[in-house]
């Protein structure tokens, strides 16, 4: 049973910097996981930032970047605004067409 | 335009079935995998189900597996997703997700979702 962990809520200043992580209880996450990234405001469908760890999703700002940092996959949001304030879900795929989400992390920026 | 437009939600007992259905439209069907991927209220995402472009390779969660049925239909450019022996614990808004490439590549876009509510 796979399962991916993320931070329940992280807090950032606007204007701030802030950085969001994927990992695997069990394992290190790399670039064959194929790690993408979604942003869901309340109300509103899941919409694509990151994919494939590092690339940005068309009309996605840059102050949205991905990467592996280590053993996990990691979300940077530089000069956040208000707008950011969202949840955040990662996606690892997990092979044979099986991916798994992590818990999704609440970001609040205030 | 990439839309995705799901339906086929609604209110159903435990034990009962239910099929869901996604148009899509503003890009050729045909050359990409689909997606269901859903969402309890307030909760997390789960994915689902996911089929290949041409519907010859799938995958479900565990959660699903034996129960849930997912197919296309090129001409149609449409997905479906059969639930039988539904659960409780199914109720949720499902969402139809585009993928990225033929099969094994990311979600891409993705529908409002429709809602299944399993309950007696």
């Known amino acids: 049973h796979t399962v991916v962990t993320q931070e329940p809520a992280f807090s950032v200043s606007p204007g701030g910097t802030v950085t969001l992580t994927c990992g695997l209880r069990?394992?290190?996450?790399?670039?064959?996981?194929?790690p993408s990234w979604y942003q869901q405001t309340p109300g509103q469908a899941p919409r694509t930032l990151i994919y494939s760890a590092s690339v940005r999703s068309s009309g996605v700002p840059d102050r949205f970047s991905g990467s592996i940092l280590g053993n996990k996959a990691a979300l940077a949001i530089t000069g956040a605004q208000t707008d950011d304030e969202a949840h955040y879900y990662c996606v690892l795929y997990m092979g044979s067409g099986n991916w798994v989400f992590g818990g999704g992390t609440k970001l609040t920026v205030l | 335009e990439v839309q995705l437009v799901e339906s086929g939600g609604g209110l159903v007992e435990p034990g009962g079935s239910l099929r869901l259905s996604c148009i899509a439209s503003?890009?050729?069907?045909?050359?990409?995998?689909m997606h269901w991927v859903r969402q309890v209220p307030g909760k997390g995402l789960e994915w689902v189900s996911g089929?290949?472009?041409?519907?010859?390779?799938?995958g479900y969660a565990d959660s699903v597996k034996g129960r849930f049925s997912v197919s296309r239909d090129n001409d149609k450019n449409s997905l479906y997703l059969q639930m039988r022996s539904l659960r409780i614990e199914d109720t949720a808004l499902y969402y139809c997700?585009?993928?990225?490439?033929?099969?094994?590549?990311?979600?891409?876009?993705w529908g409002r979702g429709t809602m299944v509510t399993v309950s007696s």
């Open positions: 069990s394992g290190s996450v790399s670039d064959d996981h194929y």
């Open positions: 503003g890009f050729i069907f045909d050359d990409y995998a």
């Open positions: 997700v585009k993928g990225r490439g033929y099969w094994g590549d990311p979600l891409d876009i």
């Open positions: 089929l290949s472009w041409q519907g010859y390779s799938s």
